[in-house]
Structure formats: C-alpha cells, structure tokens
C-alpha cells in the first residue's frame, strides 16, 4: 500500500510503498478515505519531545481517520465490512490501509463527506474532554476560551454553547464573526487586546490552547474555586494553589462512546465540522508546512520561514486517501 514514512527525527515525509498492515483478533482493517493533520504529527517527528512521546522509526504519522473497514479479526463483533466509520489510532493513518482498535471508533455521521469526518476525531474530543471531564463546565457557568478560532477551540465554543455556558473566546479580529456563529457572545482579539485587561468579570473555566505567557495571565480572570485546564502546557500547581483554582494540563484519552455522542450532535446538527484545506495525501509535506503558520510556537519554526504557509481559513487540514 501506499503511505506516508519518516525515516528518522527532523527527516523529510516520504510517499511510499510499505506492507499493508495485517490485523490481530481485536482489531479491524480500515481502508482510509481521509486523515487529517495536528500538531502532534510534528511534534512527535521533530524528536523535540521524543523523551515523552517517543516513536518507533520508521514512522508512519496519523492519530485520526475516516473510512471503511475491510476485514474484522475474530474477536470482533460491534461491526463488520463495509461500515463506514471514524475515529483516532495512536500512529499510521497517513496510508491506505490502518489496523486499529475498534473501542476509538464510532460509526461516521451519514450527514458527512468522508473528508469531514476526518477532521473530527481528535479537535472534537479534546474539546470535550477539556470542557466537560477536566473542566467540569455547566450550564450557566462563564468559560473563556484561548485559541478559540483553532480545530479545537471551534469545537470547545460549541460544546460549551451548546450545553448552556456563557462563552468568549480569544482570537484574531478575522475570526470574530466566525466563533459569534459558534456560539461565542464575545471574542477578544489578542493581537489588539490583553484579555485581562478587558475582562470585566471573572470566569468559572479557561481552556487554554495557546499557552506561555496566555496561560500566566489566565490566572487572573478566574474565579476563586475555578478551573485552568491546558491541552498545550503543564499547569504550576504552586501558582494554581496561590490564586485558589484548580490547575491541570489534560490529554485526550480517546473513547468510541464519546465519539459516539459527539457523531450524534453531529447528525442533528448541533454541531458542525469546520475543514480548511483537502490536499492529497501524497501533499502531507505542505499541509505540515501549513499548520506549523498557526501556531509557530509550537514547533520552533517561523511562519515566514522557507516554504512555510499561513492559515488561509480556520478549520482543520485534511489529507485525502485515493
Ligand atoms: N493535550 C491534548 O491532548 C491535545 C489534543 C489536541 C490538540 N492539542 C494542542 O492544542 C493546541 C491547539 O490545537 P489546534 O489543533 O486547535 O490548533 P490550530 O487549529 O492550529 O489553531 C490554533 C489557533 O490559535 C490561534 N492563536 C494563535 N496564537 C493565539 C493567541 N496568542 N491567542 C489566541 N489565539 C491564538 C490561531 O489563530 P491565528 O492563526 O489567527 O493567529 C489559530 O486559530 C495545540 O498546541 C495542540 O498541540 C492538545
């Protein structure tokens, strides 16, 4: 089959033949129709962070997908061949063919191109799981939320709206019209405006996805008893206790029933998914090139650096499987 291979830490992304994965008796085959791009995929191949999140070289990237499966081992009995489905894999789904785990999947929404369902798995989850496992939003409370406009962000204003919690977000001004669709009732441009300077009351959750010196200040908008949660950065326990809030980085722990449920707002549309840009997957070195635009912090590389993009839009970069 034809995948994608990084031969070693920092190496370039390779277009080629390897072996078609074969499968254990609790896992399923998937053929791919279409995966899609996080910052995790750079992180892990750069090797900056090998010491936690270490890969086995040579490395085929993709933690998400949507397709069709193929073959079931013997063990498995929720689904069979022909289904089309979605979900999460901890490597590999940048290939025609992926084995996983079936506990990571749920059925694809039927209201979805497979393009957008790709786009889902892993934003829409961490969202979740930030808000609601980590962050313990309810209905009523006051959430702000950082990097509003990202894969991430665009499904965290949702949920948070969607269950009854006042939402803001930060974000560029480009975005504000965006993220008020969503549900947010106010954005805040953090190219303009410190949030803490213009905040006038204090908040019951922030979820951070940006981290660094947003993080520090997200301090001082909380509520006494809130809760910080950051999927970019270890939280000080120490300046947590010393404003009286919870602190806690979090990380997706990907489940089939919370995909599951996420599928179904999907559906009725109460949600909606949010793709950039499709390119083939044998494109996958300038959809890299793209996402490291959003957020450069993240990979030490600058966005006007060589070849690198800049977001064209918000939403996620989606790799097509012919
Ligand atoms: N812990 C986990 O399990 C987990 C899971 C998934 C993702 N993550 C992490 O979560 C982060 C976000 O991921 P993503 O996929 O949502 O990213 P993304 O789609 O690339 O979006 C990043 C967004 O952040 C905005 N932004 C940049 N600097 C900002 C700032 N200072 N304040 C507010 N917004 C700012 C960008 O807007 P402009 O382009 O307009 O500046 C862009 O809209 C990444 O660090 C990723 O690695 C963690």
Redesign the pocket.
């Known amino acids: 089959m034809k995948a994608i291979r990084l031969q070693e830490y920092g190496g370039q992304l390779v277009f080629t033949d390897v072996p078609t994965p074969t499968i254990a008796r609790d896992e399923i085959l998937v053929k791919v129709k279409s995966t899609a791009v ?3 995929d750079l ?1 892990k191949a750069s090797g900056t962070a090998r010491q936690i999140l270490p890969i086995d070289l040579p490395w085929i990237p993709g933690h998400e997908f949507s397709g069709v499966i193929e073959q079931i081992g013997s063990d498995v009995a929720a689904c069979a061949p022909g289904d089309a489905v979605f979900g999460t894999s901890g490597m590999g789904a940048y290939a025609e063919y992926l084995a996983v785990k079936p506990t990571t999947i749920a059925r694809k929404p039927s209201n979805l191109s497979f393009e957008e369902a790709a786009s889902v798995p ?2 829409s989850q ?1 969202a979740w ?2 808000l609601f496992t980590h962050g313990h939003l309810e209905k009523g409370q006051t959430i702000l939320i ?9 499904y965290a204003v949702q949920l948070a709206s969607h269950v009854g919690a006042i939402v803001m ?4 001004g ?2 504000a019209a965006y993220l008020k669709s969503l549900g947010a009732s106010r954005v805040i441009d ?2 303009e405006a410190q949030f803490e300077k213009i905040l006038q009351e204090k908040v019951d959750v922030v979820f951070d ?6 993080q520090k200040r997200s301090f001082l908008v909380l509520k006494e008893g809130g809760h910080l949660v ?3 950065q270890p939280v000080s326990p120490e300046v947590a206790a010393s404003h009286r809030v919870s602190g806690e ?4 722990a990907p489940s089939g029933d919370v995909l599951g449920r996420i599928a179904r707002l999907l559906e009725e549309g109460t949600i909606r998914p949010d793709v ?1 840009t499709v390119y083939a997957l044998q494109d996958a070195p300038q959809a890299w090139k793209d ?1 490291t ?3 450069p ?2 990979h030490g590389m600058s966005p006007s650096g060589s070849g690198a993009g ?2 064209a839009s ?3 970069i989606v790799l097509r499987v012919v």
């Open positions: 996080n910052h995790l992180v892993v934003a961490t799981q930030g950082h990097g509003g406009a990202g894969a991430v962000g665009g977000a930060t974000a560029s480009d975005d953090y190219r996805l940006i981290g660094g010196d947003t950051s999927a970019t980085m979090m990380r997706l950039a996402i635009g959003n957020l912090a993240v800049r977001r918000h939403g996620k």
